[in-house]
């Protein structure tokens, strides 16, 4: 069965500090992920994705993938009230449909 | 990023009528492209998958008759909610995946749909 396990929240950090947002996924089979950011009222928008393990950085976001753990983690430095959003953590299995996890919503507290 | 656009980004109809919605990727070519729809407050919910010259498939519940998709090139999608009722009012949402590579798939701004 195809899960993502994200922690709903809220999530709430201060201004200037850092968010770890954190997902497991069940299929061994997950190729590449993703992390999407959505707004309320708007679609959501790819902000990183990562296929290998280890850290990739862009910017004020760090994804880390460790395929032994199943597990998947964002961190946003130097978190803004901007960046209040819901986060949703999605893995692809070949060309198939996104599995999404439910997402993590987190509030910067200015 | 990669640029995907929808269009109208919202539509006011009357029940009983049909609504088209234009699904674009800007700036690459999409052989897959997905629809979703998403209600307040609540998940996104896939609809279908559309592949570029063949048959979408639609996830289950979802009423292919009513709910046509046509993804006639590799840039453009249409989703076409025939005989809206009220309870199809919601926020569709497209998808196109890039050709190749890590399967990295962007989000159109979305249509808000109201059926009255």
């Given amino acids: ?110 | 990023g990669a640029v995907v656009s929808q269009h109208p980004s919202r539509v006011i109809c009357k029940s009983g009528t049909s609504v088209k919605i234009e699904c674009r990727s800007l700036d690459f070519q999409a052989t897959t492209m997905f629809w979703y729809r998403q209600f307040p407050k609540k998940s996104l919910m896939l609809m279908a998958t559309s592949n570029e010259g063949s048959k979408a498939t639609y996830e289950q519940g979802v009423e292919k008759d009513k709910f046509l998709i046509n993804h006639a090139s590799l840039t453009l999608s249409t989703l076409t909610v025939t005989s809206a009722h009220p309870e199809d009012s919601s926020f569709y949402i497209c998808s196109a995946r890039i050709a190749g590579g890590s399967y990295e798939q962007y989000f159109g701004p979305g249509t808000r749909l109201t059926v009255t």
């Fill in chain 1, 1 to 110: 069965q195809k899960e993502v396990e994200q922690n709903s929240g809220p999530l709430s950090v201060p201004e200037g500090a850092i968010a770890s947002l954190n997902c497991t996924y069940s299929d061994r089979g997950s190729q590449s992920f993703f992390w999407y950011r959505q707004y309320s009222g708007k679609s959501p928008e790819l902000i990183m994705f990562i296929y290998s393990n280890g850290d990739k950085e862009d910017g004020r976001f760090t994804a880390q993938l460790n395929k032994a753990s199943q597990y998947v983690s964002l961190l946003i430095r130097d978190s803004q009230p901007s960046d209040s959003a819901t986060y949703l953590c999605a893995y692809v299995v070949g060309n198939t449909p996104l599995v999404f996890g439910k997402g993590t919503r987190l509030s910067v507290i200015a």
